[in-house]
């Protein structure tokens, strides 16, 4: 099965300034790679997303970036605001097997936006 | 609202007591997923729907488990003879075939004493 790995687990960054989290997947058959930010009780919400055919996407201050070869995708932040500290966590599926098998996540990286 | 939404949003049982939980989908959506979150963990994939159908199961979903989807509407999971490790947060998430994206519910918080 899929297997997710998610660095770092904490990060913590100067409101202003960028932040990266990187992940990497093990299945090449996986396709989409979504992005969620889930607040403290709150549910994951889907911030950004991207397909296999695509090696980047990005979305006001959001960006992902995805390398297939290396199986390895990125979540960048610029110009954090303290709304944007919460944890985030990465996930991949292969829907060409029709997503039965449900996302596979990553651990989470607890984002700190430090004022 | 339109999104998804799942009942109760919390629940505490004693051990060995029978819970059930309900997700209702975003109208039309005939994908519906369901997850497990423990503290500090990403969500874990247990069960699958696609319209009423239940397409795959998690090695996670042991015997105790067991949901349906009766005429592709709402979804519940009930857990049976609970088990203090069955403490979590139990999400539901669906998604509107073709596209690919998963919106997730509220979840319910699960306590077995």
Same mark, same amino acid.
């Given at each position: 099965?899929?297997?997710?790995?998610?660095?770092?687990?904490?990060?913590?960054?100067?409101?202003?300034?960028?932040?990266?989290?990187?992940?990497?997947?093990?299945?090449?058959?996986?396709?989409?790679?979504?992005?969620?930010?889930?607040?403290?009780?709150?549910?994951?919400?889907?911030?950004?997303?991207?397909?296999?055919?695509?090696?980047?996407?990005?979305?006001?201050?959001?960006?992902?970036?995805?390398?297939?070869?290396?199986?390895?995708?990125?979540?960048?932040?610029?110009?954090?605001?303290?709304?944007?500290?919460?944890?985030?966590?990465?996930?991949?599926?292969?829907?060409?097997?029709?997503?039965?098998?449900?996302?596979?996540?990553?651990?989470?990286?607890?984002?700190?936006?430090?004022? | 609202?339109?999104?998804?939404?799942?009942?109760?949003?919390?629940?505490?049982?004693?051990?060995?007591?029978?819970?059930?939980?309900?997700?209702?989908?975003?109208?039309?959506?005939?994908?519906?997923?369901?997850?497990?979150?423990?503290?500090?963990?990403?969500?874990?994939?247990?069960?699958?729907?696609?319209? &009423?159908? #239940?397409?795959?199961?998690?090695?996670?979903?042991?015997?105790?488990?067991? %949901?349906?989807? =009766? @005429?592709? *509407?709402?979804?519940?999971? &009930?857990? #049976?003879?609970?088990?203090?490790?069955?403490?979590?947060?139990?999400?539901? %998430?669906?998604? =509107? @075939?073709? *596209?690919?994206?998963?919106?997730?519910?509220?979840?319910?918080?699960?306590?077995?004493?």
């Amino acid at each position: 099965g899929e297997n997710v790995e998610q660095h770092p687990s904490t990060l913590s960054v100067q409101e202003g300034d960028s932040a990266v989290i990187k992940c990497t997947y093990s299945d090449s058959a996986s396709n989409y790679f979504p992005w969620y930010k889930q607040e403290l009780g709150k549910r994951p919400q889907l911030i950004i997303d991207i397909r296999s055919n695509v090696g980047e996407k990005k979305d006001q201050r959001i960006a992902v970036t995805l390398n297939k070869t290396a199986k390895h995708f990125s979540l960048h932040i610029t110009e954090t605001q303290p709304e944007d500290s919460a944890v985030y966590f990465c996930a991949a599926i292969n829907y060409s097997g029709g997503g039965a098998d449900g996302l596979t996540f990553g651990k989470g990286t607890h984002l700190i936006i430090q004022p | 609202d339109t999104g998804v939404s799942q009942d109760p949003r919390h629940k505490i049982t004693k051990r060995g007591q029978n819970v059930t939980f309900r997700c209702d989908p975003i109208s039309e959506h005939n994908r519906l997923y369901w997850y497990r979150q423990t503290l500090g963990q990403g969500p874990e994939f247990l069960t699958y729907f696609q319209n &009423e159908a #239940q397409l795959e199961k998690s090695r996670l979903l042991s015997d105790r488990f067991s %949901a349906e989807r =009766p @005429k592709g *509407s709402f979804s519940t999971l &009930e857990i #049976q003879r609970t088990e203090q490790g069955d403490s979590a947060m139990y999400l539901c %998430a669906s998604s =509107p @075939k073709p *596209s690919y994206e998963q919106y997730f519910g509220p979840g319910t918080r699960l306590t077995v004493t």
